[in-house]
């Protein structure tokens, strides 16, 4: 993110005790806050409200609530034929949290086409295995024999996954992982899967963009549904 483009953010200044602003105050490109802490409880505090931080190195956390939203409803999972033949070979396996430090790992150093370092820094790392410690973060693996070659972690809050990053170290692991969480999500009757900002391989796969306003209606909904 370059330092040009976030001085000119308007974004509300967190104290170190956080509470956050109503995420409909957030900006046109999605900044609500600035500032702040990776704290477990604060991590929550975001989710829990459908707020997530992204930010660059050398700069303050950033946290955003962006409109639209791109979500996963678990039923619309767009699941191609060669994905399913691949699903179906045997050299291939998955895992739920059996490596979340190696997943984030990957997610954070894997090299990606129109990114010039990542978004996922050490900081970051720590507060997430910290979450996943409390068992809140939660990663899903591909395997190939016993090498890890995909996955994918986020946030499980209430019925709702906020999904963080992915990675793939082979054609279609990621898009793999995300059929196992699907999959899972199906089984436990989660609601949705956050994608937060919209791509054309998440589209691909059916992730679709809904409003701000109809999104936090579903958050709400979930919580009450998981209470």
Known sequence: MRKDHIE?????????SIEFPPPMQADDDGLLAIGGNLEPETLLEAYSHGIFP????QYPIMWWSPDPRTVLFPREFHCSRRLQRRLRQDRYH???DQAFAGVIHSCASISRRDED???ILPEMMVAYRRLHEAGFA???EIWEDDQLIGGLYGVL?????FAESMFSRRTDASKMALAHLVARALAQGWELIDCQFHTQHLA???AREISRAEFLTLLEYAAGKSA
Do not use: Q
């Open 54 to 57: 992204w930010y660059s190195e």
């Open 157 to 161: 809050h209430g019925n709702v996954f």
């Open 204 to 206: 691909s796969l059916g």
């Open 8 to 16: 000119k953010r308007s974004g509300h200044a967190l104290a170190m």
């Open 94 to 96: 998955h895992s739920w």
């Open 138 to 140: 939660h990663s899903l």
């Open 117 to 119: 370092g990542s978004w």
